[in-house]
């Protein structure tokens, strides 16, 4: 199995404008990180809320694909971000690309889960590109 903990998913300056990021295995999480720095200035946070970062503008040609029996997904997971980080003594502005698109196959289904309790916003599949999901099935969760 395959579980992945992030903010924000994305690609670095130095890699290719086509990427590929291919993941398989029998079972995938994706979901958002389980907690932050001790306090927003220690160790800042990347993520889409409202008054922090937004979806960045920078093209791509890269491909986010994850190969599985089955997916979940919980929190909020968000591909490609733009945002200001203003820390006591400096302020500088981190921008990653996203992916032109997601691409999620399961063999089985595609189940989201309710967010933990650390996430305040519910849980969503976000991306300024495409998104596209395959699957037997795809369950929402109640409450999400």
Do not use: M
Not at 53 to 68: M, S
Not at 69 to 74: A, S, V
Request: no cysteine; aromatic share 8%; charged share 20%.
């Amino acid at each position: 199995s395959l579980r992945l903990y992030a903010r924000v998913y994305g690609i670095t300056d130095n890699s290719a404008a086509n990427a590929r990021v291919a993941l398989s295995a029998p079972y995938i999480r994706l979901a958002a990180a389980t907690r932050g720095g001790i306090d927003y200035h220690t160790l800042p946070v990347l993520q889409w809320d409202s008054g922090y970062g937004k979806p960045t503008q920078r093209a791509t040609d890269a491909v986010f694909g994850v190969t599985a029996d089955l997916i979940e997904i919980r929190d909020r997971v968000v591909f490609g971000v733009r945002q200001t980080i203003d820390i006591d003594t400096s302020r500088y502005t981190v921008d990653r690309r996203g992916f032109a698109l997601v691409d999620l196959v399961s063999r089985g289904d595609i189940r989201t889960l309710a967010a933990t309790a650390i996430s305040n916003f519910g849980t969503a599949l976000q991306s300024p590109g495409n998104i596209d999901l395959t699957a037997a099935q795809i369950y929402p969760a109640s409450g999400v």
